[in-house]
């Protein structure tokens, strides 16, 4: 199910699905993936981008620990 997902979103938007998964479940990333594949193309991009911030701050706070 979640290749299908990635594959149809990959499609879908051009790039690869993005999220911050520390804290999350799969159960939270699939539903996060599928609600966010009926987003529109410049909704997501801005989603996508949000994500890419709180991985790097994820992994800035980790460093910094």
């Known amino acids: 199910r979640l290749d299908r997902l ?8 051009g790039f690869p699905f993005l999220y911050a998964v520390k804290g999350s479940t799969k159960y939270d990333i699939l539903q996060a993936l599928e609600r966010r594949l009926q987003d529109p193309p410049e909704r997501e991009y801005e989603e996508a981008l949000r994500q890419v911030y709180r991985i790097a701050e994820f992994r800035l706070r980790d460093t910094v620990e």
Do not use: I
Request: charged share 50%; proline share 0%; aromatic share 24%.
């Open 6 to 13: 990635n594959r149809t979103y990959r499609e879908k938007f």
